[in-house]
């Protein structure tokens, strides 16, 4: 029958050979699991050791752990074979070689293996890890050619096999011992790093392993050989359970980063999905902004033949009524600068002929204007100082501002290339409305600002004033074509002020508080970035 230690050990490969075949086969391409795995296989044949010094008594003929078994035993010192003593040197070994792919783990879990440049105290990484090798190389050659890590072993009657450490295994201990304290401070700074909470619960959990083992390496093999302990192999086969916790931690955490990399795609889909719906809204504002666009262009080129007419048949007009004053004025002499009636006439012509001038130039530059806003500028961009461009809109305004206070808060902002005529029709329209939302409030007196900023690779302009606010239910339809709460309004203001931002690569939009006010913000790029439709 197996000696109940001997059991534990067998177990304890078993697990340890499981752990890694597992990570090796979930981690081809995963360097924590490929540590993880080599480090589980250096504890497998750690164990296979241990197990083996737990049954040496069934394999030689001389005096060894079998007479523990024994009816006659007695109480005293159980004798140990030669052969158990030598073999004792087997198990220190392959601790060393376990704590090298522990080592290797670590590097991997803190992500610093493929950052070895990085200085770790007075060195670099990539030296620390040469250093851990020769600790280790020369750990396992010590204890397997020497004595000066161990001595022999020893039996106890319920706790099996140990080995026992030689007084002088200290001066390997303590380097040693300081080198792996490394660790922690590796795993401290990828958990300050890392920024996903799956991965920071990933290493804090692994934080937490290590120094589980660390503090059982500590007290098994250091603080219990000072008092006289032996280091029994159960104990071993004990610590165990932290190699599968830090297995479970790592399913744990390929569980956790699948549920984590659903989440972010599920994200990026929602978010993709809005950009498509903005950019099918915009292209269907866009379509229907190009109709209105040709409607308005065809009624401007059919109003110009007959503007054409009017302004010939006035001129016409004009010239013959000016030739009939002065053939009046020839016929009778000095009695047609005396005459009160023909004096007043010819006032009243004058008059008239100046009147119908001005509209005929004002209709002139309305129809103008409905051509330059229903298509598009192709002049070439140009450095446009927006601060000047926005006081020329204001100046503009002057009639219609009346006792309105302007407030004006321009920022030190660079000059942005855009097309000029285009960004002047966006602040034209955006102040009209301020100055509109005003005047609805009953108030001749009101404020209106105008503030700019430069933010990253923006322009940022906010157009503010007191006025009635926007309720919520019409807040979302402002930039629609055609919806205006204005009785003489056509609706396109602000749908052209968003056509124009968008074809600059730049945004807009509009926060409002019924009865408090309106805020209208324009951000334009410095560099242009001409979308053209």
Known sequence: MLPA???????????????????????????????????????????IAVTRLQLLDMQILEPCWGSGYAAEA?????????LAQRWAHVPATFAFVAGFFAMLHVLALSGRDERLDERIGPIRLRQYVIIFAGLTLAGALLSLGTNLVVVGATYHRVFGAAVILAPTAVLVQVPYGLAVLVWIVLLR???????????????????????VLLGDAAVGTVLLPSFGFPVFGVLHDASLVIAVYLGWNLIRHRVGRAEELAQELERRISERTHDLKL??????????????????????????APLGAVRAMHDTRSRSAGRLMQRVQELLGEVATTDKTLVRSRAVLLQGDQVIRDGIDNIDRFVQRLRSYAKLDHAK????????????????????????????????????TCLARRIDQVFFAALSNAIDAISEVGSEEGTLGVTTEHSGDMV??????????????????????????????????????????HEHAGEIAVESCPGVGTVIKIALPIEARLIVR
């Open 279 to 304: 950019a099918q809204t915009r292209l269907f504002q866009s379509e229907k902004l190009a109709s209105l666009g040709a409607l308005v262009a065809g009624a401007a080129d059919q109003m110009n």
């Open 460 to 501: 940022v302009v906010h157009i503010s004033d007191d006025g009635a606010g926007i309720s919520g239910e019409n807040l979302p339809l402002i930039f629609e074509p055609g919806f205006t709460t204005k009785d003489a309004g056509l609706g396109l203001g602000l749908a052209l002020c968003s056509q124009i931002v």
């Open 74 to 82: 007695t109480r005293g010192p159980i004798p140990v074979a030669p």
């Open 189 to 211: 700074r990828a958990r300050r790093e890392v920024r996903s909470a799956a991965e920071r619960a990933f290493v804090h959990r692994s934080l937490f392993g290590f120094y």
């Open 381 to 416: 961009p140009r450095l446009v100082d927006v601060n000047a461009a926005l006081e020329d809109a204001l100046l503009l305004m002057t009639t219609r501002l009346g006792r309105v206070r302007v407030v004006r808060r321009y920022g030190e902002v660079p000059s942005i």
């Open 5 to 47: 230690p001997a059991i534990s050990s067998i177990a304890a490969t078993v697990v340890a050979f499981a752990l890694g075949m597992l990570s090796l086969v979930q981690g081809r391409r995963d360097q924590v699991r490929t540590t993880f795995g080599l480090f589980c296989f250096a504890w497998a044949a750690l164990a």
